[in-house]
């Protein structure tokens, strides 16, 4: 079956020019922010389940948190057959890693130098993967959490964010994160800042996943909303005051 989302050319008779294979040449189903942050044992990372159709949330249970072998996850935002795509990239490059059978395995700063490459080896082709990836893990008991953009560019941090996440959650961030956060703290964090974007990125649903990463492994969450207040004057009469409005 064809990815959700996936935007291939359209079949050409026989008698049209060759051309090469056209794919997500503009994006088609989208997700919205990806959250991460470390805390005191592991990383957590946070984002909906929605999916838009151009401007129309026609999905509600899209994943786009991922465990990636051993030691790493990975949340997407962006076009979603693209993510179907790296996630089959990732495939192969785990199975590889263990056909070895060297008791080694790839750790998350492995995965995010593998993820950078290919984001920038896309880009120079003019034929970019249209993501904004967070990745996080822990390996022997060091943390490490990191983003990569769309046309390569990347960073590590104590805490990261894609999406209008940057522009309005990574602020909270600065203001209340802590190296020494407890799971349940990192998890009232992320919630804020859900919350936050829920009521102002169209993009965004009420229905959330969480995962968290540590030594011990991967627990990913089950989908759930967050209560919500929609009673503010802003919203009952957002252009109350506004000059030229009607």
Excluded at 72 to 85: K, P, V
Excluded at 107 to 114: A, F, L, Q, R, V
Excluded at 232 to 239: G, L, M, N, R, V
Aim: charged share 25%; with cysteine; glycine share 10%.
């Amino acid at each position: 079956m064809e990815p959700v989302g996936l935007s291939s050319a359209s079949s050409k008779d026989s008698t049209s020019l060759d051309v090469g294979s056209e794919r997500t040449l503009y994006p088609y189903v989208t997700g919205t922010s990806v959250l991460g942050v470390k805390y005191k044992d592991g990383i957590a990372l946070a984002a909906d389940l929605g999916g838009s159709y151009g401007s129309t949330l026609r999905y509600k249970s899209v994943e786009r948190i991922k465990a990636i072998g051993k030691h790493t996850l990975l949340g997407a935002s962006g076009e979603i057959s693209d993510f179907q795509e790296i996630l089959h990239y990732l495939d192969e490059l785990i199975l590889y890693d263990n056909m070895w059978d060297d008791g080694n395995s790839l750790g998350p700063k492995e995965i995010h130098n593998y993820l950078n490459r290919v984001m920038y080896n896309r880009r120079n082709k003019f034929n970019p993967l249209w993501n904004s990836l967070v990745i996080g893990g822990v390996k022997n008991g060091q943390k490490y959490l990191g983003m990569v953009g769309m046309i390569g560019t990347h960073f590590e941090d104590n805490h990261v964010a894609t999406g209008f996440g940057n522009h309005l959650a990574r602020p909270i961030f600065r203001d209340e994160w802590r190296e020494d956060m407890t799971f349940e703290e990192a998890v009232r964090l992320l919630e804020k800042c859900l919350r936050v974007l829920l009521y102002r990125d169209r993009s965004a649903i009420n229905k959330f996943q969480i995962a968290k990463i540590t030594d011990e492994g991967v627990t990913i969450s089950q989908p759930y909303s967050l209560k919500t207040f929609w009673g503010f004057s802003a919203f009952k009469d957002p252009s109350k005051g506004a000059e030229g409005s009607w």
